[in-house]
């Protein structure tokens, strides 16, 4: 199974939308509705942002939203803060594996 | 409050066995899936396999087939991760993390994380 492609960066001044893409396969992001997102500070364990493409965990700003088209899905961050500087990854369940996106490095310029 | 709270940062020889920890709290910890995943330094995340305490099914990604065994102690509620022979490629950092849903789909998403074992492996 690969890795689902993302963007490797992506920025926006604060108050700006950034959106990354996350690129699959019908085996995986356009087969399911299982894609979630994840935000990943350095040092620091993954946090769930996004699952089941749009929906958000109880705590999670809803300035994170999601959304799927085809084989791509998209996290989409409004009203850019500076603590959404990030690593960001996507994942997908995929015939009964799980796969990960290769990153992308949000910048808060 | 759900919490896991894995087992401190390890350095270990190629060819050496290792167990790292991963121990629940705040929910019933038999009734969910736990998973593993890698990353290696300064890489992306890699699931690695799930683990049902409640019946101890487990399913590894075909990446880490026969590579690692995944198990878990539902008495003390506590999750485990091992190798019987560790190589150099095996340095990285480990999380384990709760699935929330136990469906037809999984593993579907990761929902509450621990905070990593590093693991490195030098001569």
């Known amino acids: 199974q690969s890795a689902l492609t993302q963007p490797p960066s992506a920025s926006g001044s604060p108050g700006q939308s950034v959106t990354i893409s996350c690129t699959g396969t019908s085996s995986d992001v356009g087969g399911y509705n299982y894609v979630s997102w994840y935000q990943q500070y350095p040092g620091k364990a993954p946090k769930l942002m996004i699952y089941e493409v749009s929906k958000r965990p109880s705590g999670v700003p809803s300035r994170f939203s999601g959304s799927k088209s085809g084989n791509t899905a998209s996290l989409t961050v409004s009203g850019l803060q500076a603590e959404d500087e990030a690593d960001y990854y996507c994942?997908?369940?995929?015939?009964?594996?799980?796969?990960f996106g290769t990153g992308t490095k949000v910048t808060v310029l | 409050e759900v919490q896991l709270v894995q087992s401190g940062a390890e350095v270990k020889k190629p060819g050496e066995s290792l167990k790292i920890s991963c121990k629940g709290s705040g929910y019933n910890f038999i009734s969910y899936w736990i998973g593993w995943v890698r990353q290696m330094p300064g890489k992306g995340l890699e699931w690695m396999g799930i683990f049902y305490p409640g019946d101890s099914d487990t399913r590894y990604s075909p990446s880490f087939q026969g590579q690692v065994t995944i198990s878990a102690d539902k008495s003390i509620s506590t999750a485990y991760l091992q190798w019987s022979s560790l190589k150099a490629s095996d340095t990285a950092m480990y999380y384990c993390?709760?699935?929330?849903?136990?469906?037809?789909?999984?593993?579907?998403?990761?929902?509450?994380w621990g905070q990593g074992t590093m693991v490195t492996v030098s001569s």
């Open positions: 993390a709760t699935i929330p849903n136990s469906g037809s789909y999984l593993p579907d998403t990761f929902d509450f």
């Open positions: 994942g997908s369940y995929a015939d009964s594996n799980y796969v």
